[in-house]
T-cell receptor, first 114, second 109 residues
């Protein structure tokens, strides 16, 4: 069982919809991440939160809006997405940014934009 | 040049053989290195981490790091069909993990 839980597992949305992806971890980690992964490609970093503050934004379009309500929760708000945004969205956590600790991934949300 | 490069696949080995996966990185500031395994349709899972030069063994897996050569490798001994997956090499620097494109391994019974 993964210790990083993502919901929903699958999401289909239209280009005018607003939806949110949710991620929760209870490992006491203080760093949380959003990655995007297209088929047969490696995970691509989107955002990094360190102690609930956004520390890295990899020039992600504003139609993706992250939020970290507390140390255990991470959300990704989606609005006016494009079909090319269809991908597997992975949440991950680690002990601390810069601690050298590995990433613990959730099972991902498979997003389809129609 | 990609920041993290892995040997091109796919790699196919017979059951019981040794599978050898290789990775080079360009950022000398990287200090931590990881191997993740990703089954088709699933998320990556950590199988090995290595931080200092030399070998690190964990069961059938051995990771090797050579910082001077900027080279990381993973050996899988006694390969099993259940090892068939894509293996991702990652280098960590300044809070960012950079992944290679992955090597897809198939272990044939």
């Amino acid at each position: 069982d993964t210790e990083v839980t993502q919901t929903p597992k699958h999401l289909v949305m239209g280009m005018t919809n607003k939806k949110s992806l949710k991620c929760e971890q209870h490992m006491g980690h203080r760093a949380m991440y959003w990655y995007k992964q297209k088929a047969k490609k490696p995970p691509e970093l989107m955002f990094v939160y360190s102690y609930e503050k956004l520390s890295i934004n990899e020039s992600v379009p504003s139609r993706f809006s992250p939020e970290c309500p507390n140390s255990s929760l991470l959300n990704l708000h989606l609005h006016a997405l494009q079909p090319e945004d269809s991908a597997l969205y992975l949440c991950a956590s680690s002990q601390r940014v810069g601690s050298g600790s590995p990433l613990h991934f959730g099972n991902g949300t498979r997003l389809t934009v129609t | 040049q990609k920041e993290v490069e892995q040997n091109s696949g796919p790699l196919s080995v017979p059951e019981g053989a040794i599978a050898s996966l290789n990775c080079t990185y360009s950022d000398r500031g990287s200090q931590s290195f990881f191997w993740y395994r990703q089954y088709s349709g699933k998320s990556p899972e950590l199988i090995m981490s290595i931080y200092s030069n030399g070998d690190k063994e964990d069961g059938r897996f051995t990771a090797q790091l050579n910082k001077a050569s900027q080279y990381v490798s993973l050996l899988i001994r006694d390969s099993q069909p259940s090892d068939s997956a894509t293996y991702l090499c990652a280098a960590l620097n300044a809070g960012k993990s950079t992944f290679g494109d992955g090597t897809t391994l198939t272990v044939k019974p």
